[in-house]
């Protein structure tokens, strides 16, 4: 898969069909004036990948997933077309996820994935997450209880995410972390212990934000396998071949078999 693109191929039924469906997902920290422009070329890249494997094209569903600070505008490819110049213009629509438009508690009771939760949290959050973990100690431990369970990667990426943008110190960064997620406490000592022996300093790290964009990525691309699984287990027990049940859930026989046999 192309490095500036991801893709995400789901079986899904639209009214009485059952067909496939691409999500794109793209992240984005600053209003752009013509976002349409670069997911054409998105959309294009995944029909040239369909093509080139010999499958059969589909629909691609673009999402904007924007946390930045000013406000996100819409805006047409080209304005003021006529209605007969407009059916030579390729014309699609975007689904746009703003952060600021989902509270804390919409962010906890809808993302089931830790690493997508407290990922899109911290997006969400920003530069003020320290001082709203301070004043809302309950609500944080809450948010975070499942923070041990990610990758260790991943949460050096969200504490050093945090060295970043927070404006404050690493010792003070840990306290509240440490205080926050108890459970996590081992990770966040070898990380602080590593962080001063390497001398890392802040903003020498690049990438950091985009690293917790692609494990959001990764955790919406398990949840999705997760609910594929879940929906080949009824299959399987509903006496469905395999070749069937790949088809539905876009799982190889292969996984399909494993399963029979778990």
């Not at 629909?59 to 997933?65: E, G, L, Q, S």
């Not at 600021?100 to 997508?116: L, S």
């Amino acid at each position: 898969m192309d490095s500036y693109f991801r893709d995400i191929c789901c079986n899904v039924r639209y009214g009485e069909q059952q067909i496939k469906i691409s999500l794109l997902y793209e992240h984005k920290s600053h209003p752009v004036k013509h976002v349409h422009l670069q997911l054409l070329r998105y959309i294009l890249n995944v029909w040239e990948s369909q093509s080139d494997n010999g499958k059969e094209l589909t629909p691609v569903i673009c999402i904007v997933f924007y946390h930045g600070k000013q406000k996100w505008k819409h805006a047409d490819l080209l304005k003021n077309l006529s209605g007969e110049l407009r059916r030579y213009v390729p014309m699609f629509e975007y689904v746009l996820f703003d952060t600021k438009d989902i509270g804390d508690q919409a962010i906890m009771g809808h993302f089931r994935a830790p690493g997508v939760r407290i990922g899109v949290w911290f997006l969400k959050r920003n530069v003020e997450l320290i001082r709203f973990i301070r004043e809302n100690p309950i609500f944080a431990r809450e948010m975070l209880e499942d923070l041990s369970q990610i990758e260790q990667t991943t949460i050096e990426r969200l504490v050093l995410y945090l060295y970043n943008v927070s404006g404050e110190t690493p010792d003070e960064i840990h306290e509240v972390m440490k205080t926050a997620s108890p459970e996590s406490n081992d990770i966040i000592d070898v990380f602080r212990a590593r962080y001063v022996q390497e001398g890392i300093e802040q903003g020498i790290e690049q990438g950091i934000e985009q690293g917790i964009e692609k494990g959001i990525e990764q955790g919406i691309e398990q949840g999705i396998e997760q609910g594929f699984v879940k929906t080949a287990r009824n299959m399987i027990e509903k006496g469905y071949s395999d070749e069937q049940i790949s088809e539905v859930t876009n799982l190889t026989v292969k996984r399909i078999q494993s399963l029979r046999d778990s």
